[in-house]
Structure formats: C-alpha cells, structure tokens
C-alpha cells in the first residue's frame, strides 16, 4: 500500500471529529436553566414546599411514563390529542400491515394507529397518576391521604410565551374525602403561597355542577362536555369566538342565546349567586346543589378571615373532563400571564382504576409560569443568585495548605466557600469572584500566616476586615 494510502491516526482522529460535530439545541418548548435559574427555582420549590408541608401534606413522586391506558380519556378529547406517546421498544411495527401505515399518513387524525405503536405516554398532569398511585396502594395508605408532588409534566402543544411542552407542577391533593373545608383549606394555601412569594392574585372559583344546571336550563345536558371546552376558552378567543364554536359543536341558536347573559353576569358574588339561581330555579337541582357548594365554601371563606380576593366566575370550566365540583383558577394582578394555578374537586377519578366513591380535590402550582411572574415582577431576593459566600485566593504553597484548612472549618460551620484551583494572577481570580457574584475574597498570604489573621475583602464595596483564623466563620454569617 502506498505512504499516501495509509491514513495516521491523529487524521482519522480529526476526520471522525469533524463528521460528528452538529450544531447544540434543545426541542421547541423546552429549556436550559442556567446555575442562577435553577437556584431561583429551587427559592420557588422550597418556599411551596414549606407551605404544603405547614398544611400536614406528605411528598410523592411517580414515574415520569404512566401506561397510556393509564392516561387516555382523562383529559377530554382536546387534552388526549397534547399527550406525548413513546413508541414500543422493539419492531414498534410488528403487525401492522402497509396499508394501514399509508391509510394513517394520509388521515387527518392517525390516533388510532398511533396507539398501537404505543404502550405508554409521558405524564400529562400529577392528579391521574396521584389517583392511580392511591388505588394501586391503597391498602397501605391512611384517609383522607394528603399528598403534595413537584414533579415535570409533558404536553405536546404548541410553545409560545407562558405555555411550554415540558413544565412543572407542584400539586397538592387530599383524597377520601368529600368535606368542603379541604376546598377552603386549598384555599388558605394559595393565600400563603402567594403572598410568601410577594405575589398579588386573584382566585377564581365556579363549580362543575352549576356548569351543569346551566347546560340543563338551556336544554343541552348531553352537550356538557362541549360547553365547558368552549366556554373555557372565553378569556383566550372572546364570546363571539367561544358562540361561534358552540355552533359547531350543535347548540342551538336559541340555546347559545341563553347562555350569552350567564357568561356576562357582573356584580359581587352574591348577587352572581342570586342571579344564577334565578336562572337555574327548578330547571337543575345539581345546579342549585352546586351553588350551594359555592356558598358554603365562601361563607368559610368570610368567617376565617381570607384575605385573597375570591371571584365567582360562571364562565370559568376547567376542561379536565374529571373535575365534578368545585374549581378554581389564580391569576397574577400585576404581570400579563395566564393562569399560574389551578384545580377542583373530582368525585369519582379513582373509580376509573377500580376504587369507586372515593372523592379528592386538589390544586396545581405552575411553576414555570409562577417563576417568570417573580422574574417580570423582579421579586426574586438578591442572595438567591448567590451560592457561594466567599472564595479563598490561592497564593499555592504553604499559604495554599493553610487555605484549604481554614475552607475546611468555614465548610463545617455550613457556609458554602471554595478555593481558586490554580495559583494564578489577582486579577484572574478577582473576575472569577465577581462574575460568579461571590461578595467576598479571603487572603491568606505569608503576612496573614505569620499574625494567623485573614484579610476578608468585600468585592462590592472594597472594604477589607482583618479577621483572625478562628473567627472567618462567624464574620461570613453576619
């Protein structure tokens, strides 16, 4: 073989690097969240966390797949088509024949087809696999179970501002129980999660069966699903839109008509109340259940104090198709987002897996949507941002053996510090404090040895404290 022929190895080296190379991304409707990012999030999870925890609800996870038996017709047909399926290990195609796969390319909805290549889906939301957990364990478990869970949810939409494809919840639930003082309790916990995060809100509350007796007073109970998906959509598309799609979906002039008045209802709450029992009147008595409900919920709401604003909005549905009572929804005053929070009460959501007449309620925290509301509203507190309160100069030899001892101790008293690695130039080490927004540099030179007496130096104002070795813990923490 010729010398040209005979490739060395560094060039196949070179050859290999050039072919793999490939320019970095991430899927549309996911992010990267950088050191500062993800310590303000961890500021949001702790603070949510002390709330739940304050309430007597207990930590959960569940696996981030669920089996898409598991998941399918929870959500309503809107909800089922946002579910991400993961394909079958294996020939995913075994038993499918050609033709059906070229009948599915060309079908405006191949979900049938798709199902068959797909056992199971990433989580949509907490509460259905919470609902599964409970039956699947429910002999170990003691009611009411009050669980809370913060964990990431998928959904296959499309991404824009406030609306990601990958995003957390932090839910709370209480299960086995039908009281109304756990809609109350849900209540008090947005009062204190929101206003522990400086945030200003209002919450929204209507209920499934005053939905209900409305569809019932305009002669269309077999079309409740129907309403409630487009009447949820009110604040998004407007009334003429939400009328325009009730047509479509085969309310009658007349009823759509009806329904407009409801929809518009102004005033406190109760006269909303007053209002829509006079429509309802005898035409629903799960309607005027559901009022009364309302009525319960806010009367409590009164007596204890609650100092969150509380709406009565008819308009409000929450399509989830498992919501049978009270709902709820919270939107920020003070920053354009949609709702960062919401939930009802489900009656029967585990019946679906085996255990019947076992009701719950709970509420969900958006996360992601709650975390830019602080960021636009620039209530993040300052030190979330910094993770490390000092940083030793490393000058190497035996000053850097003494460094590493007094790092040590200033560890142990559970103050988060670190060395430069290498002993390089001031300058280089100085940037790298002040770009990590470290507020403090520690000089331990030959003259501080020799006085066993650091120098403290505050980066941001310049100021700098002789501080002797046993004390640099103490100084660190005032």
């Not at 029992?277 to 009525?295: C, F, N, R, Y």
């Not at 585990?350 to 636009?376: E, K, N």
Request: some cysteine; charged content about 25%; proline content about 5%.
């Amino acid at each position: 073989m010729p010398d040209s022929a005979v490739r060395r190895p560094q060039e196949t080296f070179d050859t290999i690097q050039i072919m793999t190379i490939q320019k970095p991304s991430i899927p549309k409707g996911t992010r990267d969240f950088s050191p500062v990012e993800t310590a303000r999030r961890n500021y949001l999870f702790d603070t949510v966390k002390s709330v739940f925890r304050r309430y007597g609800f207990q930590p959960l996870e569940t696996p981030s797949m669920e089996n898409l038996s598991t998941l399918l017709g929870k959500y309503g047909e809107e909800g089922d088509k946002l579910l991400f399926k993961v394909l079958n290990s294996g020939n995913f195609l075994k038993g499918i024949e050609s033709e059906e796969l070229l009948a599915a390319a060309e079908s405006d909805n191949p979900v049938a087809l798709g199902n068959r290549m797909c056992d199971k889906g990433l989580r949509y939301d907490l509460t259905v696999p919470f609902a599964r957990y409970v039956v699947q364990h429910r002999n170990e478990l003691v009611f009411p179970f009050k669980r809370y869970q913060i964990q990431p949810v998928w959904r296959a939409d499309r991404p824009q501002k406030g609306r990601y494809r990958e995003f957390y919840q932090c839910d709370v639930d209480v299960v086995g129980s039908e009281s109304l003082l756990n809609e109350v309790e849900l209540i008090r916990i947005v009062q204190d999660v929101f206003a522990a995060l400086g945030i200003r809100v209002v919450l929204k509350i209507n209920n499934r069966k005053i939905l209900y007796g409305i569809a019932e007073t305009i002669g269309h109970a077999d079309k409740m699903t129907d309403i409630t998906v487009a009447i949820d959509k009110l604040d998004k598309i407007g009334l003429d839109a939400v009328n325009e799609e009730l047509a479509e979906r085969g309310l009658s002039p007349e009823a759509i008509a009806a329904l407009r008045p409801i929809l518009e209802l102004t005033g406190d709450n109760r006269a909303k109340l007053t209002a829509i029992t006079a429509i309802i009147g005898e035409h629903s008595a799960i309607g005027l259940k559901g009022i009364e409900e309302v009525k319960t919920i806010l009367d409590y709401t009164e007596k204890l104090g609650v100092t969150l604003p509380v709406e009565l909005d008819l308009s409000l549905a929450r399509g989830l198709n498992y919501y049978t009572g009270a709902i709820f929804e919270v939107k920020a005053l003070d920053f354009p987002m949609g709702s960062i929070c919401g939930g009802g009460r489900y009656d029967d959501l585990t019946g679906i897996f085996g255990l019947p007449d076992t009701s719950g309620v709970g509420i969900s925290f958006g996360a992601d949507r709650i975390y830019d509301v602080l960021l636009g509203l620039d209530l993040f507190p300052a030190e979330t941002a910094q993770s490390v309160r000092a940083l030793f100069v490393n000058f190497g030899g035996a000053e850097e053996c003494d460094a590493l001892k007094l790092l040590a101790d200033v560890r142990q008293a559970g103050i988060a510090a670190e060395i430069y690695p290498e002993a390089v130039k001031m300058k280089k080490q100085f940037d790298y404090a002040q770009k990590r927004g470290i507020p403090y540099m520690i000089f331990v030179g030959e003259t501080e040895r020799a006085a066993r007496v650091a120098t403290v130096k505050n980066i941001v104002t310049g100021e700098q404290t002789p501080v002797p070795f046993g004390e640099i813990a103490a100084f660190l923490k005032q």
